[in-house]
């Protein structure tokens, strides 16, 4: 048999030279077994063989295992008492031809089964080694190769049933047919895995087969140190049926590594990403036709962390528990139980997974469902206590190379809220790529916050609980994504109602809020879709479109915006503005009651979300529409109004822009207020009035009704302070305004223009400082005060210029209402050549008559007449009435009385002295004593009819008097005159005034002397005369014929002509008038002057 095995293993075949040296040595255990009966006073004793044998063994085992050579440092044969011999090998090496190791035995105990001895068979009945080195390779394919120390495989199968069946037919053969156990110890062995590219060395492992009848037990044990902190054993058991393929497999091990057990079991594939020791126990079956049947398993879990590579942060756990089958017919992984315990989470899991990727050999990826319970969360530490939830259920896919968990959806219950969630957790070579997604139907405030960790945006949860009191969230959606390298990103969006907000510290809250929130890349945004604050006065302000948002919450004490956006009452809104940090009134000094109205606000409040923030830091810029705007305290003792106003708020300032009204006056204007360090409570408003009758009237502007028509605009500025009068100012242009002053006789016309700037103070009692009016035909500047009855006090204006006509300091003095003032000029001049005053009709105030008084420094009539010092007082009933008193070009008194004619005035003028009057007047340089009277009649619109009375005045040194006298060679009359003067007892005379000339129609002088009939005219402007008449010497005997003449001629007279200038005139007597009978001398002269008919006013 040897040879034939050595005929059949050649050099080609060195596995089978291994299995011929067990063959041999069991041929030398019958040898020396063959010459143990003589040697039985060696029993229990250790029979050494001689050196021959030594190397005769040697030899033969040399020739039963041709190219290798074996070599034994002792060979003996051991009787036992028993009766069952044992040969005993120690130190063998067995190697190659070439001198290269193949196996080392530090002992080999053969023992020989002795029945089959006794008939003359040595068979092998147990076998004993130690040292022994095993080679187990695992292909990538799944299947095994062995072999023993350094010679090749021994022995490939394909599978579990393979060896099985390779085993049973070794065990068979007629030379195992006695064995019925093997020992092994102290073995190492090498077992390489080729798929999973890893190999372990195990030193001191144990083996033990045992076969009873057909009944075949193996077990093993080892223990590994892998590098860590403690070290696995593992314990091995086979059990089976010589000839049946069925078989039952089991393991348990202790502290073995999660990598090493993942890699060798596909059910345990899942557990590859864990860093823990694993404590369990496998059990499997085969089947008659050699296939797996279900695999149970135990594990308990160590802890450790979920850490698939070494960049990914570890997830740790304390321990972990499974227990679990796998179906390989149905690739099905069921969990009875997986439970985990952490400072993270704990919990249980119950369900089932799908291995794919099977028809490789190996699964790529777990397809699994779980129903999850009694689950805590706590990661971190990162909650007081663990938060709880009620159940979930998940489905999932973990993919294993690398590490791909995808969640395909978890149901979270807690307190009856459902929390969806989605998403994936993947190993990246650079550290975890995370993707969680989520989504809650409903929750409310407290569920939020027991989910929200107090140390995960702290400071954003700080504010949501100190300033969201209640809400209610409704469509929650969640999205967080880590990526190595890159900041965490986190979403949270949610819509809410049933909110009660406090959105600013001091603020009132928010309640009935609903709208939406969202925080995204640090940044937290709520928008109010809905919501009422409560202001402290004013009642409830809507602020649907409110924002509040955090640019960056991990700031601490962050910047945030408060994007407002409300509606309410005036008052409601200024006494929001009024809280703190703003403070917006009570900086400005005003009461927040102070508009009526409604507002419709937005705009920014930038502020700090930290305490103890200075009111200065937070900033505001607010836009407000304002309706049915009325106030009766910004303006004092007005009211104002407006259908519409916009309103623009800073911290600088409070701006409100617009048109209303005041009172009855309407505007457009913008009222600015300075808020910060305002403690006087300025503000200013600017802008444009109508400037009317009503605006006078609303302002107690005393100027008589009537005085204005129409409507202008004018420019205003109004300065108001708290409890002081308001300061106003304004200019017109007087477009559209008409103007009238019955009292001076002007008035304005609507179109005309002009300009008007005025200065004062409103309040109980208005007051105009300055007005100043420039338009055609009036200038005027003065002050305006009110009555306590709100009428005109009194209009001082210290110039009006009228028409050209006058020029002077007038004062207007109220006398109640429906009274038109007084009038009073203290100064200056009055051209009556150009004035219709004192017409009837001009009475002002609708007619109602006015006192006039008048203390003017001339009065001019005509270009040279003018009276100096001139006083009256007069009334306007019907025209102007009234007396007066002044000197004749600044010489002679005259006093007189003016009463109302046609639209202008009849003056009547006296005096004492006819002479001294004449004498100032220009008309008689010499003149003395008399009484005149002198009547000015209006005629058209600048002229006068005349009637002069003067009687008993003195005539002496008059030029044009002497030169007729000297004409007529009156020596007598002419030395007279020269003398004590000539004496006229009467005169009268009727002309006409005009502006240029005095037109003499008819006039007479007579006296005892002389008498004189005259006409013609006079020029005013050059002082030069035109003069004709009659002059009739010793009237007083003379006249005797005057009844057939005119009055102041005589019988007997002479014609004369007067020409030239007043004080050199020129003057010719015609001598043969003389003889003339009176009633033909108008023969002898022209026609006395006829007037044109006079210019009418207009």
């Known amino acids: 048999m040897s040879d034939a095995k050595g005929n059949h293993d050649h050099g080609g075949h060195p596995r089978r030279h291994f299995r ?24 229990g004793r250790p029979i050494k063989a001689p ?7 040697e030899q033969r085992l040399t020739r039963v295992l041709p190219g290798a050579d074996i070599d034994f440092g002792d060979i003996s044969l051991l009787i036992p008492r028993t009766g069952r011999p044992r040969i005993l090998l120690r130190d063998a090496e067995i190697t190659t031809d070439d001198g290269r190791p193949v196996m080392s035995l530090a002992n080999l105990e053969v023992r020989v089964a002795f029945r089959p001895l006794l008939k003359g068979q040595v068979l092998l009945s147990k076998l004993r080694l130690s040292g022994a080195t095993v080679n187990v390779r695992r292909r990538k394919d799944g299947s095994f190769d062995l072999s023993f120390g350094q010679l090749p495989e021994a022995q490939k199968a394909a599978s579990v049933a393979d060896m099985i069946a390779g085993l049973d037919g070794l065990l068979q053969t007629p030379e195992l047919s006695a064995l019925t156990g093997v020992q092994a110890d102290g073995l190492v062995l090498a077992y390489e895995d080729a798929r999973a590219g890893r190999a372990w060395t195990v030193d001191g492992a144990r083996f033990d087969m045992t076969r009873t009848g057909d009944a075949l037990a193996i077990r093993g044990d080892l223990a590994l140190l892998g590098g860590y902190d403690y070290a696995t054993t593992v314990e091995m058991r086979f059990d089976s049926r010589i000839g049946d393929i069925a078989a039952q497999l089991g393991m348990n091990f202790e502290d073995m590594d999660a990598r090493d057990i993942a890699s060798q079991v596909a059910a345990l594939a899942w557990v590859n990403a864990l860093r823990a020791p694993i404590s369990g126990a496998l059990r499997v079956g085969l089947d008659d036709q050699g296939k797996l049947g279900p695999l149970s398993g135990t594990l308990q879990i160590g802890a450790g962390a979920l850490q698939p590579t070494d960049r990914t942060s570890p997830v740790p756990f304390d321990s972990a528990r499974s227990y679990f089958t796998y179906d390989p017919a149905s690739q099905l992984l069921r969990f009875d139980e997986l439970s985990v315990e952490s400072a993270w989470v704990s919990g249980r899991a119950e369900g089932k997974a799908i291995l794919k990727g099977m028809d490789t050999g190996w699964p790529s990826e777990l397809q ?17 206590q663990p938060v709880t939830l009620d159940q979930a259920q998940m489905t999932f896919r973990l993919g294993l190379a690398p590490f791909d968990f995808t969640l395909g959806q978890a ?29 809650v139907a409903e929750l409310n405030r407290d569920t939020v916050l027991g989910f929200w960790p107090e140390t995960l945006k702290e400071k954003t949860r700080t504010w949501v609980t100190e300033n969201i009191h209640a809400l209610t969230l409704s469509n929650a959606q969640l999205a967080f994504r880590v990526r190595p390298g890159v900041e965490p990103q986190l979403y949270l969006g949610s819509e809410f109602r049933d909110g009660d907000i406090r959105y600013l510290k001091h603020m009132p809250e928010v309640t009935g809020a609903a709208g939406r929130a969202e925080l995204m890349n640090n940044r937290f945004v709520v928008t109010a879709a809905k919501g009422t604050v409560l202001a402290p006065q004013g009642g409830p302000v809507d602020v649907t479109g409110t924002s509040l948002i955090i640019d960056d919450v991990r700031i601490k004490g962050p910047p945030a915006v408060v994007q407002l956006a409300a509606e309410g009452t005036i008052t409601a809104a200024l006494s929001l503005l009024d809280r703190e940090p703003l403070r917006v009134m009570t900086k400005a000094n005003r009461p927040v009651t102070l508009a009526e109205g409604r507002a419709r606000a937005a705009g920014p409040i930038h502020v700090r979300l930290k305490k103890g923030i200075p009111a200065s830091s937070v900033r505001y810029d607010i836009h407000a529409d304002l309706t049915g705007v009325r106030s009766s305290k910004l303006i004092p003792d007005r009211v104002f109004a407006a259908q519409r106003l916009s309103a623009h708020a800073t911290n600088e300032r409070l701006i409100i822009q617009g048109k209303g009204r005041v009172g009855q006056v309407p505007f457009e204007g913008v009222w600015a207020m300075p808020i910060e360090g305002n403690v006087a409570g300025v503000s200013r408003a600017e802008g444009q009035a109508v400037l009317s ?22 420019k205003f500025t109004l300065d108001l302070a708290k409890d002081k009068p308001a300061e106003f100012a304004g200019s017109s242009d007087l477009k559209g305004l ?14 005309s223009g002009g300009k008007l700037e005025v200065r004062g103070r409103l309040g109980p009692v208005p007051a105009v400082d300055r007005i100043e009016l420039s338009a055609p035909g009036l200038k005027a500047e003065g002050a305006i005060t009110v009555a306590e009855d709100g009428g005109l006090g009194r209009a001082v204006f210290s110039q009006v210029q009228a028409g050209g006509w006058l020029d002077a300091p007038v004062v207007l003095t109220g006398r109640g209402k429906g009274a038109a003032p007084a009038v009073q000029v203290t100064g200056g001049t009055l051209d009556l050549r150009r004035s219709d005053l004192g017409g009837g009709g001009t009475s002002g105030g609708g007619g109602a008559s006015f006192p006039l008084s008048v203390a003017l420094d001339r009065l001019q009539i005509t270009d040279t007449l003018a009276l100096t010092g001139f006083q009256g007082k007069f009334t306007s009933s019907r025209g102007m009435n009234g007396q007066f008193t002044g000197l004749v070009n600044g010489q002679a008194r005259v006093t007189g009385e003016m009463t109302p004619d046609g639209s202008r005035s009849r003056f009547v003028i006296r005096s004492s002295d006819a002479g001294a009057v004449a004498s100032a007047a220009g008309l008689l340089s010499k003149a003395s004593k008399g009484d005149l009277q002198l009547v000015l009649t209006p005629v058209g619109a600048d002229s006068y009819d005349g ?21 007529a060679s009156i020596i007598g009359l002419l030395e007279q005159m020269s003398g004590g003067g000539i004496l006229f007892s009467e005169v009268d005379a009727k002309f006409r005034l005009t502006p240029a000339q005095v037109v003499v129609t008819k006039s007479s002088a007579v006296g005892v002397s002389i008498g004189i009939s005259m006409d013609g005219i006079y020029d005013l402007a050059s002082k030069r005369m035109d003069f004709q008449g009659v002059f009739s010497p010793i009237y007083a005997v003379n006249a005797i014929g005057s009844v057939l003449t005119r009055k102041g001629e005589g019988l007997i007279g002479f014609n004369f002509t007067m020409r030239g200038s007043s004080d050199n005139p020129r003057v010719s007597v015609n001598p043969l008038s003389l003889f003339t009978p009176g009633m033909f001398r108008e023969i002898f002269r022209r026609p006395a002057p006829k007037l044109t008919p006079p210019k009418e006013s207009q």
């Open 693 to 714: 009758q009503a605006f006078l009237d609303e302002f107690s502007i005393g100027l008589p009704s009537g005085t204005v028509s129409g409507e202008g605009t004018a």
């Open 20 to 43: 011929w040296l067990w063959w041999s040595l069991i041929v030398v255990g019958c040898l020396l077994a063959a010459g143990g009966g003589t040697l039985y006073s060696y029993v």
């Open 738 to 751: 008409g103007l009238s002053i019955p009292q001076l006789g002007w008035s304005l016309p609507r179109n």
């Open 51 to 57: 050196d021959w044998l030594h190397d005769r063994i």
């Open 411 to 439: 149901s979270l219950t807690k307190d009856g809220h459902v929390v969806v969630l989605d998403g994936r957790l993947l190993a990246e070579p650079e550290g975890w790529n995370l993707a969680v997604n989520g989504q």
């Open 368 to 384: 699994g469902q779980f129903t999850l319970t009694g689950l805590a969360a706590n990661p971190n530490d990162i909650y007081p």
């Open 947 to 967: 009637r002069l009375k003067i009687a008993n005045t003195w005539l002496k040194d008059a030029p044009a008097m002497a030169a007729l006298l000297n004409a």
